[in-house]
């Protein structure tokens, strides 16, 4: 087991311009959710996927955010013409969930934005 | 909507002190209530978990207790190390459904030797 990874870790880019992260989740869990983590805050809901249907979107998500995840496996998030508050570390978890049960998050290193 | 409230930090302890971050929270129906930790340059890892009330999680010397009457999950580990130095994350996150976790805002701990 590999655990979640993201690719890039870091990512530095100009405002206006459209940056893509990627996340791979454990393999076999059928839920995968990104969150956004500024400094000195805790990490908040973004987004999720059961398999590869997009179940959920927060507030946060503006329209210049878009997220997928074609096969049920990995996951992109986009960023559309970027801001400079739109500097953080993202971050994936993925989980494995049957029916109702609880599950447990597991997270990925993150990919940390920043805009200048 | 629901809410977790942590002891604000930095919080700084020396070696084999006794440690005690304070967690509440606000849910609705029945939570279950997690502490992240958040080493130096890495992604978040669970430390423990409970999943109903009066159930107690504990992994590494580390304990919390799920606790109803009081709405608190404080986290507590009796002899501290300077590996313990990193950021603490209480979270919750509802049963079925959406499972979305809410975090508070996190407590810096540092060891020193």
């Known amino acids: 087991d590999t655990g979640v990874s993201q690719d890039p870790r870091h990512k530095i880019t100009k405002r206006g311009q459209n940056v893509t992260f990627r996340c791979d989740p454990i393999?076999?869990?059928?839920?995968l959710y990104w969150y956004r983590q500024t400094l000195g805050q805790g990490p908040e809901f973004l987004t999720y996927?059961?398999?590869?249907?997009?179940?959920?979107k927060s507030r946060l998500l503006s329209d210049r955010f878009s997220a997928e995840r074609p096969k049920g496996s990995f996951s992109t998030l986009e960023i559309q013409r970027t801001e400079q508050g739109d500097s953080a570390m993202y971050l994936c978890?993925?989980?494995?969930?049957?029916?109702?049960?609880?599950?447990?998050?597991?997270f990925g290193p993150g990919t940390r934005l920043l805009v200048l | 909507g629901n809410s977790v409230t942590q002891m604000e930090g930095p919080v700084t302890l020396s070696e084999e002190a006794f440690l005690t971050i304070n967690c509440t929270y606000t849910a609705t129906g029945y939570p279950s209530l997690f502490w992240y930790v958040q080493y130096p340059g890495e992604g978040l890892q669970l430390l423990l978990k409970?999943?109903?009330?009066?159930d107690k999680g504990s992994n590494k010397g580390f304990e919390a207790t799920y606790r109803k009457e009081t709405t608190s999950f404080h986290l507590e580990k009796g002899s501290v190390q300077v590996s313990d130095s990193a950021v603490y994350f209480c979270a919750l996150s509802g049963n079925g459904g959406a499972q979305k976790l809410v975090f508070g805002q996190g407590t810096r701990l540092t060891i020193n030797p």
């Open positions: 978890a993925s989980s494995y969930i049957l029916a109702d049960y609880q599950e447990t998050q597991y």
């Open positions: 393999s076999e869990h059928n839920r």
């Open positions: 409970a999943t109903k009330a009066d």
């Open positions: 996927f059961q398999n590869e249907a997009q179940l959920e």
